[in-house]
C-alpha cells in the first residue's frame, strides 16, 4: 500500500485516497482467481496488458461488449448486499459476445460512487472476479472513482467491458438459419439485469418489507430472490460450439422475446414460440400479478425464466440438448424457425 501518498485538502473535498489504496489491496486476492496465462500486467498499472493465444484461430476477430447493472443496484443498496451485482455486470457483457461465438479473454470495470468504503468496494469486486472465473475472463484492469456531491455516500454505480475473440470463419451470424430449424431455451436465474425500474415500482421496494421470506418464492424474500445474480452462460454454449453447428443466439435482456430473439433472425423467418413450454419462474408470475401486468408485457419486459436462446438443426436438437444438459444447463425446446414477415410468434 502506498502510504506515503496523502492529500488533506483533497480528504477535505470528500476524497480519501487512501481508502482507494487500502480498496485496492482487499481486492488484490479476488482479481488473483481470475488470472489467465493471457495477462501480462498486476493491478495498479495505468493499462492492463494482455497477450492473445492465436493458436488454432486463422483470421482473429476481436468483440467486444459494454454494460452496466442498471437500476437492480438499488435492491443491493436497500439489502446492503454487495458481493454478487459484479456478476451481473460481467454476465450482461459476456453473454453479448458470446452470441457471436466469441470466448471471453478479459474484463474492466468501471466503480463510481459517493463514498470509497474499501470493505465495499472489495465486496463489489469479489462479484466481479467470481463472473470473470465463471466466463473464464481475467480481470487485468479497473477504475474506483470517489465522487462525492454526484452520488450519495451509500450508493454507487457499477459498469463493465469485455474484450473475447472468434475465428472470422467461425462468427455466429444468421445466414444459414432455414424454416424447421429448433429453438432451445437456455433457463435464466431470475430476473437477470433489466426491467427493474418496473419492478422497482411493482413491489415499491424503498417502501415495502422485501425482506420477509415468501413460500410463493421458494422461502425466498423479494429482495433476495430479484438479487439473484445473472446466469452466464460462456462455459456451456462454448461446449456446444465445439461440437453442433449454431445457427443462431439470443441474449433475452431488456425488451424480453419480442426484443431479442428478432436479432438474431433474417429477413423472411421468424421464431414460432410453443408459450406452454416455456417454464415461467414464480417471481415472474408474481411481478404480473401485484402489477396487473399483461402477459404481452410481461414477454416483451423480461426474460420469463429463459436467459439465452440457441438455434440449431433439428437434425442436431437432441445432441444439442445432451451437451448442454452434461455442462449444467436445464436446456429445452421452446420453439421453431418458420417462415413469417413476423418475428416472433408467442
Keep these: 500500500m502506498n502510504t506515503n501518498s496523502k492529500s488533506e485538502a483533497y480528504a477535505a473535498a470528500g476524497v480519501d485516497i487512501t481508502a482507494g489504496y487500502k480498496a485496492v489491496e482487499l481486492m488484490k486476492q479476488h482479481i488473483a482467481k481470475t488470472m489467465t496465462k493471457g495477462v501480462c500486467s498486476d493491478v495498479g498499472g495505468f493499462g492492463g496488458l494482455f497477450e492473445l493465444d492465436l493458436e488454432g484461430i486463422t483470421k482473429p476477430v476481436l468483440v467486444s461488449g459494454t454494460d452496466g447493472v442498471g437500476t437492480k443496484l438499488k435492491l443491493a443498496f436497500l439489502m446492503d448486499k454487495h458481493d454478487t451485482v459484479g456478476i451481473d455486470c460481467v454476465a450482461m457483457c459476456v453473454n453479448d459476445i458470446i452470441c457471436c461465438g466469441a470466448k471471453p479473454l478479459f474484463f474492466l470495470d468501471y466503480i463510481a460512487c459517493g463514498k470509497n468504503i474499501p470493505e465495499r468496494i472489495a465486496d463489489i469486486v469479489k462479484g466481479v472476479c467470481d463472473g470473470c472465473v465463471q466466463s473464464g475472463a481475467a480481470l487485468i484492469g479497473g477504475e474506483t472513482a470517489e465522487m462525492p456531491g454526484f452520488y450519495p455516500e451509500n450508493e454507487y454505480d457499477l459498469a463493465g467491458y469485455c474484450t473475447g475473440i472468434v475465428d472470422k470463419t467461425k462468427i455466429i451470424d444468421n445466414k444459414e438459419m432455414q424454416e424447421g430449424d429448433i429453438i432451445i431455451a437456455l433457463p435464466s436465474s431470475g430476473v437477470h439485469s433489466n426491467g427493474f425500474s418496473l419492478v422497482r415500482k411493482v413491489f415499491d421496494v424503498e417502501n415495502a418489507d422485501i425482506k420477509t421470506p415468501l413460500e410463493v418464492l421458494g422461502g425466498k424474500s423479494v429482495g433476495e430472490t430479484l438479487l439473484t445474480p445473472t446466469k452466464i452462460y460462456v462455459k456451456p454454449v462454448l461446449a456446444l460450439l465445439n461440437k453442433v453447428k449454431v445457427k443462431g ?62 438455434v440449431v438443426p433439428k437434425e442436431s436438437a437432441k445432441e444439442a440438448l445432451s451437451i448442454l444438459h452434461n455442462n449444467g444447463e436445464d436446456a429445452y425446446i421452446i420453439g421453431e424457425i418458420v417462415k413469417s414477415e413476423e418475428k416472433v410468434i408467442l
Design 249 to 310: 443466439i439470443s441474449h433475452i435482456t431488456g425488451g424480453g422475446f419480442y426484443e431479442n430473439i428478432p436479432r438474431s433472425i433474417p429477413d423472411g423467418l421468424g421464431a414460432k414460440i410453443d408459450k406452454g413450454s416455456v417454464k415461467v419462474l414464480p417471481i415472474f408470475r408474481l411481478i404480473a400479478e401485484k402489477g396487473n401486468i399483461s402477459e404481452r408485457d410481461m414477454f416483451n419486459t423480461f426474460n420469463m425464466g429463459v436467459g439465452m436462446s440457441v
